[in-house]
C-alpha cells in the first residue's frame, strides 16, 4: 500500500518595517551555503522563477536543510544494519521543499516529518542577518477554510478555547500564551493540553474576552506545525451543539497524494519532482480558491 505525502497551505505576513520576504529570499541567494546555515537549518536550494504557463506569477522554488544527528543504518537482504559511512564533520539532513508566490503571500510546504514547519521557517527568515540591527518579523499560520472563519467569526462570543500543542507553541509573545508557557517548560513538560473556560458547567453568562482571545488564537495557529488541537466554542446558547464547536486545524487548506507522485533517485525523492508537485498544488488552489 503506498504513503502518502501532504501538500499545505500558508499565509504569511510581516510586521510594519519588515522588508518583502521576496526581497529576503534575495538576500539568502547571495550568500554561500556556510553564510546561510542558522543554527541546525539552512536553506539549500532558491531559485526564483518567471511566470509560465503553470504559474502566472514570479515563484520561489526553496529547499531547506534540516541537520539530523541520529539517523538510520543502511541494510541489505543478507547482511545486518551497518553504518551510512559519515565522516566526522557530516551529518544526516532531512529535507522539507517550499514554494513561495509572492503575488499571493502564499508558501506551500511539503510536509516532512523530521523537517522543519512553517513556524520553524518564519525563525529562519526572521535571522537572516546574526548580530546586525535589522531585526524582521515574518510570521507564517496555515490558511484556513472560508467556511470555517466565517463560522469562528460569526460568533459573537466565545465560551471556551481548547488547545493541544507542544509546549513551544505558546511561547506567543501574546500574554495568555506566554503565562502558560513560563508555567509548563519549567518542568520539563514536551506537549500539553489546555482548556480555557468562561462557564461552570451547566451554568451560562459569562463569556471570554473577544479581543484577546482572538489575538491567542491566531498567534497559536501561526505555530500550527506544533498544534494537533484548537477548538473554538461559541457562548451562543440557542445554536446547535454541533454548530456551537469548531476545531480550525481539522480545516486547514491541504491536499493529500500518493508518494508515486514523487520519483526517488538513490534512495532520496527527486527536488525536481518535490517542486512538480508544490506547483501542480499552487496551480489547483488558484483555480479553486477565491
Known amino acids: 500500500m503506498s504513503r502518502k505525502v501532504t501538500v499545505n497551505l500558508f499565509e504569511v505576513s510581516r510586521t510594519e518595517g519588515t522588508q518583502p520576504l521576496s526581497a529576503t529570499l534575495d538576500e539568502f541567494a547571495a550568500l554561500t551555503l556556510d553564510q546561510r546555515l542558522r543554527t541546525d537549518v539552512r536553506l539549500e536550494h532558491i531559485d526564483k522563477h518567471p511566470p509560465d504557463t503553470v504559474l502566472p506569477f514570479v515563484v520561489y522554488l526553496l529547499n531547506f536543510a534540516k541537520a539530523r544527528e541520529i539517523g538510520p543504518g543502511k541494510m541489505a537482504a543478507d547482511h545486518p544494519v551497518s553504518d551510512v559511512g559519515l565522516s566526522p564533520d557530516e551529518l544526516f539532513g532531512e529535507e522539507t521543499a517550499a514554494l513561495y508566490i509572492p503575488a499571493k503571500n502564499w508558501i506551500l510546504v511539503l510536509n516532512n516529518h523530521y523537517g522543519i514547519g512553517p513556524s520553524r521557517m518564519a525563525t529562519y527568515f526572521n535571522a537572516l542577518d546574526p548580530g546586525s540591527d535589522r531585526h524582521f518579523f515574518y510570521t507564517i499560520a496555515p490558511k484556513i477554510d472560508q467556511s470555517a472563519l ?31 508557557y513560563e508555567a509548563t517548560s519549567g518542568v520539563g513538560a514536551q506537549r500539553l493540553s489546555l482548556k480555557l473556560c468562561a462557564n461552570e458547567a451547566h451554568k451560562k453568562g459569562h463569556v471570554l474576552n473577544l479581543q484577546n482571545i ?77
Open 150 to 180: 466565517e463560522k469562528m467569526q460569526a460568533m459573537p462570543n466565545f465560551a471556551e478555547v481548547e488547545i493541544t500543542a507542544n509546549v513551544g507553541a505558546f511561547e506567543t509573545g501574546e500574554m495568555v500564551g506566554e503565562s502558560v
Open 214 to 290: 482572538r489575538g491567542f488564537i491566531d498567534r497559536v495557529l501561526a505555530r500550527s506545525d506544533d498544534v494537533s488541537v484548537l477548538k473554538v466554542k461559541s457562548a451562543d446558547q440557542a445554536a446547535t451543539d454541533q454548530d456551537r464547536v469548531i476545531n480550525l486545524i481539522e480545516h486547514k487548506i491541504k491536499l493529500r497524494y500518493s508518494d508515486s507522485a514523487l520519483q526517488v533517485f538513490n534512495h532520496r525523492y527527486t527536488l525536481a519532482s518535490k517542486i512538480n508537485l508544490l506547483r501542480q498544488s499552487c496551480r489547483y488552489w488558484l483555480d479553486t480558491l477565491t
